[in-house]
């Protein structure tokens, strides 16, 4: 008769591991929020002001509440101070502004950015926040691919925002040209600006990469929104997304010469090569921009951008230190930004220069706030990215694709923020807080009390993209050992 050991040899048989319900409820309340912060002005076009602006505060709201009841394991003395030295300083600015309404509505979007920036980069693991971007990719990308298929084939002309149809003085109002079967006609995808939807298609065509590189499953199906990401960059046709395009092909090629180095000092030559090749960029850019612009179809004045940093500089000049007041972006409603500066018979919004803007809002306190801001970020993102995981004496694990998510979004959004002031505000902002704070919390992927505490949520100890153990990790770690099955062994071995 056969009789049941009171010592197997292995542990007994159990279910597989599951996520929890709330765990997948939160995740997806980040994709929503990040899907939120990339779709950007799409939903003012499909919902109108109030509208969003009641969905962006309920959104804050809920954001804080579930940080409470979450409960994430923070790291108060390794916040991104930079970040908070300058969301004080534009608060400040409160105190001076020459436009306090103004003032206080971009305060408080800037606010619930931040808010959201930090609430997603402490609640989710590496792992999790590149599959939750690449999710809100996926959302943003294929709604703008629908959406303008749907004008090309139920309206048949450009529509204004609102879903109107209807003739407008400048082709700059429509929220869709209608330009998906007219080759080469530029694509403004649902946020109805091809300068706003090219980034966003270059940042997917980053992270699905990321993602391929990590060993992510279905790779088909990420074979085919890397493919349609890259149409849609193609298709917007933005000449600042090019140039951020050959930022992130240098600054790629570039970490991955420095992870080939093995000895002190071997990093130096590629370092001077980096710097020549960006200096000689850089130059070569300025000396031959009449022949670039050209090329791409845009003027040697990037379309008018030189008269409106001209206008901008003139009134910064007036206040140097401390600016007129923060207002990110602008509202074409209140009195002095109505019509100040105007293109295409529209109220701009931004300087279409990030740091001309601040120097003009925040005076030049407030540009050097941004610039060790940026510093401080692009410094942590480079090393994190080059440098070999370590955190003690094993000196071999291998390094991970997701380590470069950080310094390639670095390099799209200074590119960007030569010619646009988006990276003030809505995704542009929340990334560089999100991976910023990210990167102080969990320097380590899959390592530390931030990592760990979420996967044990799960039900698991630390989760890969795949499944199964890090490399190089502790096997004490492997989502194959939950932490509750671990304890029982031990409880045996006692």
């Known amino acids: 008769m056969a009789v049941h050991s009171k010592h197997p040899a292995s542990a007994p048989p159990e279910p597989p591991v599951r996520e929890k319900t709330g765990h997948l409820m939160l995740r997806g309340w980040c994709i929503f929020v990040l899907f939120m912060s990339l779709s950007g002005t799409a939903w ?7 509208t969003t602006a009641v969905i962006t505060i309920a959104g804050g709201l809920l954001s804080a509440v579930l940080w409470v009841v979450v409960r994430p394991p ?98 700059i109002e429509y929220w ?22 090219a980034p966003v298609a270059l940042l997917a065509v980053v992270v699905f990469t990321i993602r391929l590189a990590s060993g992510a499953p279905r790779r088909t199906f990420l074979w085919i929104w890397t493919g349609l990401a890259a149409y849609l960059f193609v298709r917007a046709g933005s000449a600042t997304a090019y140039l951020a395009a050959a930022a992130v092909a240098v600054v790629l090629i570039t970490v991955l010469l420095m992870r080939t180095a093995t000895r002190p000092g071997e990093r130096t030559k590629y370092y001077v090569a980096y710097a020549l090749v960006g200096v ?16 791409l179809g845009r003027s ?36 002095a930004f109505d019509g100040w500066v105007v293109d295409h018979g529209q109220t701009v919004m931004q300087a279409h220069n990030m740091w001309i803007d601040v120097a003009m809002q925040l005076g030049i306190v407030g540009v050097v706030l941004l610039a060790l801001l940026y510093f401080a970020f692009v410094w942590r993102a480079w090393f994190f990215a080059i440098d070999r995981p370590r955190w003690d004496l094993r000196a071999d694990r291998p390094y991970s ?46 390592v530390g009390p931030a990592e760990q505490s979420a996967a044990i949520e799960r039900g698991e100890a630390v989760a890969r993209e795949g499944g199964g153990r890090e490399p190089g990790g502790d096997p004490a770690a492997s989502p194959r050992r939950p932490a509750r099955r671990a304890m029982r062994s031990a409880g045996r071995s006692a």
């Open 176 to 197: 869709s040209r209608n330009n998906l079967f007219d080759f080469p006609g530029r694509l403004q995808g649902i946020m109805g600006n091809a300068n706003l939807l």
């Open 401 to 446: 694709p997701l380590t470069l998510l950080p310094t390639l979004v670095g390099a799209i959004l200074l590119v960007q923020g030569l010619a646009e002031s988006s990276p003030l505000l809505l995704w542009g902002w929340l990334f560089i807080v999100m991976l910023g704070a990210k990167i102080k919390q969990s320097p380590h992927v899959g």
């Open 74 to 171: 923070v790291q108060w003395r390794r916040l991104p101070w930079f970040v908070v030295a300058y969301v004080v300083w534009a608060t400040l600015s409160l105190t001076w502004s020459v436009w306090p309404q103004t003032t206080a509505l971009t305060l408080l979007l800037l606010y619930i950015t931040t808010l959201q920036a930090l609430f997603i980069g402490s609640v989710l693991t590496w792992r999790e926040l590149v599959r939750a971007v690449a999710s809100a990719l996926k959302w943003v990308l294929a709604l703008s691919i629908l959406f303008e298929l749907w004008v090309a084939v139920f309206i048949g002309e450009p529509i204004l925002p609102g879903f109107v149809v209807d003739k407008a003085d400048d082709p």
């Open 300 to 335: 040697a004045d990037l379309t008018g951008r030189e008269a409106i940093w001209e206008a901008v500089l003139g009134r910064a000049a007036e206040r140097p230190w401390v600016g007129w007041g923060f207002a990110t972006p602008w509202v074409p409603s209140d009195p």
């Open 280 to 295: 000689g960029g850089l130059v070569g850019l300025w000396l031959l921009r009449d022949t670039i612009f050209t090329a």
């Open 44 to 50: 003012v076009n499909a919902f109108g002001e109030l």
